[in-house]
């Protein structure tokens, strides 16, 4: 069938209509006509799956590899970067239009802040893996089902990782580890994670179904590349995805407990279960816009929750009285502990526990909040905290515009919304990023 694209939708497909109803078709585009074969997707909505484009998107640009366009992974990669840069804040500005008219009518919506590297920007990667042909094989889930997709290029992730992840297969295979059969049970990895720094290092874990510890692998890993040099093992008994992981036994195998990951002049000691922004150099200026739009002073307390290894808190710290910075992952917050005392940086203090069971347990006012939260968003425990304590103004970094536009309804009760700003910390991908900044209606 023939489709005419008449808007893009939220996760980068494009949407036609038949017989007035929505038709999502990943990988068309805004204006293009297409040929498609209608079907009706597992949630009932119709869907097109494209087989030619018939009158090309300007914007349409040549993809040579489409293994991450079939898996979801960079689902933009068939439009220029402009026009993505364009599409991110067009996605915000959509919502805003049609959740947000009155309560955002005086706010500013700027340009997309574009990412200074477009591929092979990601310093992280969790792949499954999967026994194929009596070799060990990394890969992706083709989009919207459990069916593995061998990976071979990576195009987002950084080149250190393709080359570290080559040689761990290489390894596997020579020392008899196998990865899972999903179907058989058989094998023992289910996945691997690599982080890289700036110089090339790497932290590698293994992901496994038994207690088998794997000490002569991940020697042998490191002989070959000396830059592998923090090697753990999480063992997960019962690993359905890698939501997972968190409730596994990880142990170093061999090496440096830390990645030491750098942040302009701070140095940030991260174990495998901390969180480090995917893309640091795009994280540099998310930090810079942060303390930009805040307008922080030295008698400033600040709230940084959502903290992970301290990163935001680390940036803001010289620019304030105080900053307490609380994370929900224990780990995380002793690799915070740790980083803060190498930085020198004495002003921040850290806090475990889940932000939205903590009104209680912090005792400090705030002058200003600042918040990174999951996709889940704020959600009514927090937002209920915040309206609650009444900062004078809030920082809040958003990865999901839906969850965003639902807290700052709520949060708009008591603050004006004085600008947003889309960033593209995910080239390639519709995920954006956005900073926003709130400040309270005296």
Request: proline fraction near 4%.
């Amino acid at each position: 069938m023939r489709f005419e694209i008449k808007r893009v939708g939220h996760d980068g497909e494009g949407i036609a209509y038949y017989e007035d109803k929505p038709v999502f078709i990943y990988n068309a585009y805004l204006d293009e006509v297409v040929e498609a074969d209608l079907i009706l997707n597992k949630r009932g909505s119709y869907e097109g799956i494209l087989k030619e484009v018939i009158t090309p998107s300007i914007h349409r640009i040549e993809v040579k590899d489409d293994t991450y366009v079939k898996c979801g992974g960079t689902n933009l990669m068939h439009i220029s970067y402009d026009e993505s840069l364009r599409y991110k804040r067009n996605t915000i500005n959509f919502l805003l239009s049609t959740k947000l008219r009155k309560e955002t009518k005086n706010t500013v919506l700027n340009k997309t802040v574009p990412s200074e590297n477009i591929f092979n920007y990601r310093n992280k990667t969790d792949l499954p893996v999967r026994r194929i042909d009596d070799k060990n094989v990394a890969g992706m889930y083709v989009r919207g089902t459990n069916r593995f997709m061998p990976i071979s290029n990576f195009i987002i992730e950084d080149e250190n990782l393709g080359n570290a992840l080559k040689l761990v297969l290489e390894q596997m295979d020579l020392h008899h580890v196998y990865a899972i059969n999903p179907e058989t049970n058989k094998g023992l990895v289910y996945s691997l994670s690599l982080r890289t720094n700036e110089i090339g290092e790497i932290q590698l874990v293994f992901i496994t179904n038994k207690n088998v510890k794997l000490d002569k692998l991940a020697k042998a890993i490191n002989k070959i590349n000396p830059k592998i040099n923090s090697i753990y093992q999480n063992y997960v008994k019962d690993y359905k995805d890698n939501r997972d992981i968190y409730k596994g036994s990880m142990f170093l195998l061999f090496g440096d407990k830390y990645l030491n990951m750098e942040i302009k002049n701070n140095t940030f000691l991260v174990t495998p279960f901390s969180f480090f922004q995917l893309n640091t150099k795009q994280a540099i200026k998310l930090y810079d816009l942060v303390v930009t739009l805040a307008e922080f002073n030295k008698e400033d307390v600040v709230l940084d929750a959502y903290s992970g290894v301290g990163t935001i808190a680390s940036h803001i710290a010289p620019h304030v009285k105080k900053v307490i910075a609380v994370e929900e992952i224990k780990d995380a917050v002793r690799d915070m502990e740790e980083s803060l005392k190498i930085n020198n940086i004495t002003n921040v203090i850290p806090k475990q526990g889940d932000i939205t069971k903590m009104n209680n347990a912090i005792k400090e006012e705030f002058d200003i909040m600042v918040f990174d939260p999951p996709r889940i968003g704020l959600g009514f425990y927090l937002r209920k905290y915040i309206l609650t304590k009444l900062p004078k103004k809030i920082i809040y970094v958003s990865c999901d515009p839906r969850t965003l536009t639902d807290d700052l309804k709520e949060l708009s009760i008591s603050y004006d919304i004085k600008s947003i700003t889309p960033l593209d910390m995910f080239p390639q991908t519709s995920h954006v990023e956005t900073v926003v900044l709130m400040s309270r209606v005296e």
